[in-house]
T-cell receptor, first 116, second 113 residues
Framework: AQSVAQPEDQVNVAEGNPLTVKCTYS??????LFWYVQYPNRGLQFLLK??????LVKGSYGFEAEFNKSQTSFHLKKPSALVSDSALYFC??????????????FGKGTKLSVKP | DADVTQTPRNRITKTGKRIMLECSQT?????MYWYRQDPGLGLRLIYY???????NKGEISDGYSVSRQAQAKFSLSLESAIPNQTALYFC????????????FGQGTRLTVV
């Protein structure tokens, strides 16, 4: 069965410092991986995705993520955090081979708090 | 205008009442989804539809029903609302082409009292 784990409920970072939000996954086939961000009282916004190719993918707002097949991880990173990055971040996986009807499976979310 | 629109945005209802949440999209996508978000639980799939004639249960469908009135419209109903259905509900769409990401509505915050 597909699953996604976000091991940290909350990540606290000082503004200007690098940030990492962790995600590990399990799928039976090849993964499509996604990061979404949710700002207060808003819907989920797509940040970036890994489908194939280069393991380092770049997305919106200066975020990037690295796909590591051997560690089944897809950690979200940003070199220099901003206070405005404070939000709830969700990792999601889809089995490209059609497992689970190809539906997205979400992690439980990680709250990122960036302090001035 | 938003690509995926949910109505209402907020709703308070009483236990036992029937309520419908509506979703419409302008993306032209065939696939539509209803998710429920609870604190600490992430998003869980309630129902999904691959086209107007194809509706499927997700992991937490009990107590819910759906209707796909058209390619662009997918509604979620709570036949007899109960307090533990208090949550934030999201509609999402996804295409079948080269862009596999899903697009989400703004959410409906439902409170059952």
């Amino acid at each position: 069965a597909q699953s996604v784990a976000q091991p940290e409920d909350q990540v606290n970072v000082a503004e200007g410092n690098p940030l990492t939000v962790k995600c590990t996954y399990s799928v039976s086939g090849n993964p499509y991986l996604f990061w979404y961000v949710q700002y207060p009282n808003r819907g989920l916004q797509f940040l970036l995705k890994y489908i194939t190719g280069d393991n380092l993918v770049k997305g919106s707002y200066g975020f990037e993520a690295e796909f590591n097949k051997s560690q089944t991880s897809f950690h979200l990173k940003k070199p220099s955090a901003l206070v405005s990055d404070s939000a709830l971040y969700f990792c999601a996986v889809r089995d490209s081979d059609g497992g689970s009807q190809g539906n997205l499976i979400f992690g439980k979310g990680t709250k990122l708090s960036v302090k001035p | 205008d938003a690509d995926v629109t949910q109505t209402p945005r907020n709703r308070i209802t009483k236990t036992g009442k029937r309520i419908m949440l509506e979703c419409s999209q302008t993306k032209g996508h065939d696939r539509m989804y209803w998710y429920r978000q609870d604190p600490g639980l992430g998003l869980r799939l309630i129902y999904y539809s691959f086209d107007v004639k194809d509706i499927n249960k997700g992991e937490i469908s009990d107590g819910y029903s759906v209707s796909r009135q058209a390619q662009a419209k997918f509604s979620l109903s709570l036949e007899s609302a109960i307090p533990n259905q208090t949550a934030l509900y999201f509609c999402a769409t996804r295409g079948t082409g080269g862009d596999p990401e899903a697009f989400f509505g703004q959410g409906t915050r439902l409170t059952v009292v």
